[in-house]
């Protein structure tokens, strides 16, 4: 029900929460939940440092039931839901002006709210749109899967402004989500070839390849690290033998550091201007925080 506002209380539940999700602590970052109780959230995007927006999808391809998305309140705990009923709202984003912008897969659109709270079509017409990300300017960049996993099927990354449509890259069989910079250079995960793709002065290459099932990507404020999720066991936790990890590329050194390991399912990825990460466990049902200790 849009407007609806749910108090969520993590005194009690945060080391319950962090004992189901199976985390390994790393001596650089303190984690914490802060949501618990929610019904498979995915996408994740971070306004400033003190508002945090996800999607929830417990039906995929479902209209009318119980997808949304909400905001969480970092400093206060209180969970708003923004916008429900929508079929399968995948990854989401907020530009400059605060208004949000995200993909619902299986309708093949791509939905915005104002910061008012008017919701309306974007664009529409699509393929199965994934990833999101919008430049300082305004544009949209979005990935589209309408076959996963299979090379030259059609897979695309694109860009819109609302009216037009332009292509950027396809032929990769699973560009799942995608990042802007602010010099407008593009960065995506592809899931089923295990590689991180860049798109630079209108070149595409591979970043960074040897990965295992790269699914969420986002790029810091200062666009020095990109953060990227590899989920190839989703739903397992690391105490089961789960393989899941957050990691951190440091694009001038081209250095990875891994984050955190052991969380069920990290899907989506997203960094606060002030440096802290977030990400969804969509199986746990949770948001974790990893704050930097000791960051300036």
């Known amino acids: 029900m849009a407007g609806r506002t749910v108090k969520v209380f993590l005194i009690a539940t945060l080391l319950l929460a962090s004992t189901a999700v199976g ?23 971070v306004e400033g440092s003190e508002t945090v927006y996800f999607t929830l999808v417990p039906t995929p391809g479902v209209g009318g039931g119980a997808n949304g998305v909400a905001k969480l309140d970092l400093e206060t705990g209180v969970i708003t839901m923004l916008h429900v009923g929508e079929p399968e709202p995948t990854n989401i984003v907020v530009d400059n002006q605060g208004d949000l912008y995200w993909t619902c897969k299986s309708a093949g659109v791509i939905l915005k709210q104002t910061e008012e709270g008017t919701t309306s079509l974007f664009l529409g017409g699509l393929e199965q749109p994934s990833g999101i990300s919008v430049s300082k300017r305004g544009n949209v960049y979005f990935t589209e899967i309408p076959n996963p996993g299979v090379p030259n099927a059609g897979n695309r990354v694109s860009v819109s402004n ?44 591979v970043l960074l390849e040897g990965l295992n099932h790269p699914v969420g990507i986002a790029l810091d404020h200062k666009g020095e690290t990109l ?63 990893a704050k930097r200790i000791g960051r300036r």
Request: proline share 7%; net charge positive.
């Open 162 to 205: 609302g009216n037009t449509k332009v292509i950027l890259h396809q032929g990769e069989p699973e560009p799942t989500d995608v990042v802007v910079s602010r010099n407008g250079r593009l960065y995506w995960t592809c899931k089923s070839a295990g590689v991180l793709l860049q798109r630079v002065n209108g070149e595409t290459s």
């Open 23 to 45: 985390f390994a602590q790393h001596p650089r970052y303190r984690f914490s939940v802060v949501a618990a109780g929610l019904d498979r959230p995915v996408g994740i995007t």
């Open 227 to 289: 953060y990227f999720t590899e989920v190839p066991t989703p739903g397992v936790p690391g105490s089961a033998g789960g393989q899941n990890r957050v990691n951190a590329l440091d694009l001038k050194t081209k250095t990875v550091r891994v984050i955190h390991r052991g969380d069920p399912e990290p899907t989506d990825v997203a960094v606060a201007r002030n440096g802290n990460v977030y990400w969804t466990c969509t199986s746990a049902g949770v948001i974790v925080e």
